[in-house]
Every structure is written in C-alpha cells, then in structure tokens.
C-alpha cells in the first residue's frame, strides 16, 4: 500500500515557476515508479511526466518537455515536479501516481498506475 499526497499547487501568472511535491508513505515507495497526471476541467486525465524507481529514467509529454521536470528522493519517500515557464494551458490539477511498471510506454498510461493522490489546483493567469 503507498498513500500520496501532493502539496505545492496555487494561483501564478504566465511565465512563473512552481514546485509541486508528493509524499509518500510506505517502506516500498523505492520500487516504484512515480508519475505526475492532470486534468483539466472537462478533459480527460492525461500524462504529464514520469521516473524510474531509483531517478535513472524519467520520461515527459511533449506539451511539457524543457519546461517541467520531475525528480525523486527516495530516502525522503517524496518525488517533486519542477515547472518552469508556465501556460494558461498549465491550468489542471495535478496528480501522483505510483506504478509498478518501469519502462515505456506503459509509465505513461494513466491504467498503469495503482496508486493516486487526491490532487492539487494549479492555476496559471493569462
């Protein structure tokens, strides 16, 4: 069992950065991979970024590349989602997720992933 909590979100205008953070409870949260999803008011949930169990391997959708980054420590059981250069598009709010698969393409399928959090509001001003 893994329970997430994410933590960070909150009102910035377009260009600003913001850190969102998840931590995670449970001794396993080293053998899995973490990802970040949104969703966005009348959309689906999509996938945002995503890494490997140890940081090695990290992955992100093309809408985000360059601008978001995702990180981990694991001895703090806590995984970070750095974003830089933010869009109104940005506009979503922002799960973690914990999986047990570990390479691509399946770390970007939101089906793939056991565990969630209950998610926090990001939103980007025009």
């Known amino acids: 069992q893994v329970q997430l909590v994410e933590s960070g979100g909150g009102l910035v205008q377009a260009g600003a950065s913001l850190r969102l953070s998840c931590a995670a409870s449970g001794r396993t949260f080293s053998s899995y991979s973490m990802g970040w999803f949104r969703q966005a008011p009348g959309k689906e949930r999509e996938f945002v970024v995503a890494?490997?169990?140890?940081?090695?391997?990290?992955y992100a959708a093309d809408s985000v590349k360059g601008r978001f980054t995702i990180s981990r420590d694991n001895a703090k059981t806590t995984v970070y989602l750095q974003m830089n250069s933010l869009k109104p598009e940005d506009t979503a709010v922002y799960y973690c997720?914990?999986?047990?698969?570990?390479?691509?393409?399946?770390?970007?399928?939101?089906?793939?992933?056991?565990?969630w959090g209950q998610g926090t509001q990001v939103t980007v001003s025009s």
């Open positions: 890494i490997s169990w140890n940081g090695g391997s990290t």
């Open positions: 997720a914990a999986s047990r698969f570990s390479s691509w393409p399946q770390v970007g399928e939101r089906s793939r992933y056991g565990y």
